[in-house]
């Protein structure tokens, strides 16, 4: 059922499809070499023959796998998908070569050019946001220690209904989104909600396979954050909260330990974590 409460997979589909290709006119088309094309490219599909075989794949299957992959292209759900299925093993990868503060995925729902909030502030809401209120506050420093001023927390989150600001025609544009700037000690506290469980949309191909091969399609609440500061690495990564559901199932495999942490009341009762930021040198 579509409705304006569970805006559909295509739609998402086609809003990630677009951030994708804004992203892309912004950034230019990274290439890659000839050489190392022919490298992935050959081992992608020695991979896929070498699961036909182990796996006695059909005629019958072949045929299905390809009307799922026509309806996922023309669903415009690649983006979904791959952010899903794929993209913690690319971030486990970059991860090997980093230090400072541990990444994890960005998703598809990031989007570029949101308020600008000073380091003591409250991300965009609605009177009376549904959810539970929480403070997040914390420092962003270098490896060395040293407090980074000025270096720019791009937050992004789902509302307590579970659906992204720029993807859910429901809320409003700007929803839950914001770049927040630390101060001259490195420092911010940002006032917000705590984010819910994400089921990623069920209504299109990607959701056709979860649901006929018995799988779930939920990730656990969960903060993206997008770390920036002058003559630094950025990192991208999320921030989730202990006792959640799914924590330990994430349909997007996308949890690090060192991710997860333990809100307490604080001394005006509302909700507060503290997380420092470490980011190394560019
Ligand atoms: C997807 C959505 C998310 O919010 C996320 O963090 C990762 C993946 C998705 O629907 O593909
Ligand atoms: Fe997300």
């Known amino acids: 059922m579509t409705t304006i409460e569970s805006p559909t997979a295509a739609a998402s589909g086609a809003s990630a499809s677009r951030a994708v290709r804004d992203a892309t006119a912004r950034h230019g088309q990274a290439a890659t070499s000839q050489e190392r094309l022919d490298t992935v490219a050959r081992a992608v599909l020695g991979a896929v023959h070498d699961v036909i075989r182990e796996h006695q794949v059909t005629y019958p299957e072949f045929q299905a796998a390809k009307r799922w992959l026509m309806a996922l292209g023309e669903s415009g759900e690649w983006p979904l998908f791959l952010d899903v299925f794929v993209e913690h093993v ?32 409250t991300l965009p ?7 539970t209120p929480l403070v997040f506050a914390g420092q962003v420093r270098a490896l060395d ?9 791009d937050i992004w989150q789902n509302a307590a209904d579970g659906f992204y600001s720029g993807f859910a025609p429901h ?16 420092r ?35 903060l993206h954050l997008m770390v920036r500061a002058e003559g630094h690495r950025t990192v991208t990564t999320q921030l989730y909260f202990t006792g959640g559901e799914y924590l330990d199932d994430d349909v997007a495999n ?17 909700l507060r ?10």
């Open 90 to 121: 690319v971030e486990q990868v970059a991860a090997e070569s980093q230090q400072g503060t541990v990444g994890s995925i960005e998703g598809p729902y990031f989007l570029p050019g949101q308020a600008r909030l000073p380091a003591v502030c």
């Open 254 to 270: 996308a949890v690090k330990d060192d991710l997860v942490l333990d809100p307490a009341p604080g001394s005006d009762g509302r």
């Open 125 to 131: 809401m609605r009177d009376d946001e549904p959810g």
């Open 171 to 186: 809320l409003p544009d700007g929803l839950l989104r914001g770049v927040v700037t630390t101060d001259g000690d490195g």
């Open 145 to 153: 220690g040293t407090p980074l001023a000025d270096a720019e927390i």
């Open 273 to 282: 974590v503290e997380y420092d930021f470490v980011l190394e040198r560019a």
């Open 188 to 222: 911010f506290e940002v006032t917000t909600i705590l984010p819910a469980p994400y089921q990623i949309p069920t209504d299109g191909p990607t959701g056709t396979l979860i649901e006929n091969a018995d799988w779930h399609p939920w990730r656990p609440a969960h």
